[in-house]
């Protein structure tokens, strides 16, 4: 059931929200060559704990990390080890936590050192598929036009997108109502004001096709090209939208 929001419940979201962009920064600072992914997930831990919330990913469904920390092929829920960061990679991380009740989601790609200009446009253009997907966001649309305006940048950049992960409505739960595909999935559910949904492409530098590592959890390219991963929060007004982890 897709919930709507209330006053009260989009002022806590906004706190999530807020919680989240300074917990990012503050994993954002740690992200160079010669660090550990487990490492930044202890750092993020930490801050969200410091700052009064919970990380809703810590034991969801079994996770065993309190971030996914996804590495160059692996498109999303990378578990923290001992893996180093090296020059030349991307990582994704994708952060959800929770304040007093309610959730807050973002993902970031960042790149450590230097990367070639094609992974490079890889990360930017991620982001602004976003930006495309959540500029048509607004009461009255219907949730496929955000897919097809996703689909239409990444196409017009020459990436593909992941079909199999989608983004979602987000408040009380974490995955809620309505599916936010970043495809058109033919979804007719129109927004309405008070919605809060997480829109988050994920998008490859080779083929669209994925598959499950042995973990259980990681997804990665079936080609091995590297993948980018960019997600917000956002709330639906009647007029247009507002970012809730907006950096």
């Known amino acids: ?30 992200i160079k060559p010669g660090v550990t992914t487990k490492e930044l997930d202890n750092v993020a831990y930490k801050l969200i704990k410091e700052y009064g919330c919970e990380p809703s990913c810590l034991g969801y469904e079994g996770f065993p990390a309190s971030v996914c920390i996804s590495v160059n092929d692996e498109v999303v829920h990378g578990i923290p080890n001992h893996r180093r960061l090296k020059g030349g990679d991307i990582v994704s991380v994708d952060l959800v936590l929770s304040y007093q009740g309610y959730h807050a989601d973002a993902t970031r790609t960042y790149i450590v050192g230097q990367v070639t200009p094609e992974v490079k446009n890889l990360v930017t253009d991620t982001e602004k ?15 496929r ?14 990436l593909s997108v992941v ?9 009380r739960e974490m995955h809620e109502d309505p599916n936010v595909a970043n495809y058109d ?63």
């Open 1 to 30: 059931m897709i919930s709507i929001k209330s006053e009260r419940e989009i002022n806590l979201m906004r706190e999530a929200g807020k919680f989240n962009v300074l917990v990012m920064q503050g994993i954002k600072k740690h």
């Open 163 to 171: 079909e199999e992960l989608v983004g979602h409505g987000i408040g």
């Open 145 to 158: 036009e955000i897919g097809q305006a996703i689909e239409k940048y990444a196409h017009e950049h020459g």
């Open 185 to 247: 999935d033919g979804n007719n559910i129109r927004l309405k004001a008070g919605m809060t949904i997480a829109i988050e492409p994920m998008l490859n530098l080779g083929s669209k096709e994925v598959y499950l590592d042995d973990n259980d959890w990681t997804v990665k390219t079936m080609d091995g090209r590297p993948s980018a991963h960019y997600e917000n929060t956002v709330l639906v007004t009647e007029d247009g939208y507002e970012i809730l982890t907006g950096d």
């Open 129 to 143: 598929a976003f930006l495309a997907g959540v500029k048509v966001v607004k009461a009255g649309i219907r949730v």
